[in-house]
């Protein structure tokens, strides 16, 4: 992960027992860039059974990183209903429900324009 962190992120992690399995020890890795970060949790790098992560988690609040393709902080409400085909909405929070399970996409909007998106993935 070292490696692969663009310059200019900050890079952290933190190792801390498995729930389901005390004998696994997981890292939870974190991607800080401006006033967004991403984290990988689950990650047992010594371990090839446990090496992939069992959860992604993002909160964006800049356009620092891009996480969704084609959508950034900052763009229109109707510009992003038409990039992810959907219908419009009076609601300032818009969930998309991706193919995946145990996803949750949540896109939130203040006066039209998208200030936060919350994004998770993951097993658990």
């Not at 949750?104 to 993935?121: E, G, K, N, Q, R």
Request: charged letters at 15%.
């Amino acid at each position: 992960m070292r490696h692969v962190a663009p310059r200019g992120y900050a890079l952290r992690y933190i190792t801390e027992p498995n729930r389901q399995d005390l004998a696994v020890v997981d890292t939870v890795y974190t991607l800080r860039a401006g006033n967004s970060e991403l984290v990988f949790g689950g990650i047992t790098p010594l371990n090839p059974t446990h090496s992939t992560p069992y959860w992604i988690a993002a909160t964006v609040r800049d356009r620092s990183l891009v996480v969704y393709p084609g959508v950034e902080v900052g763009m229109s409400k109707a510009a992003f209903l038409r990039l992810v085909g959907a219908p419009s909405t009076p609601c300032d929070t818009v969930e998309v429900v991706p193919s995946e399970q145990n996803a949750s996409h949540c896109f939130i909007f203040a006066h039209d324009t998208l200030t936060v998106m919350w994004l998770y993935s993951g097993d658990e």
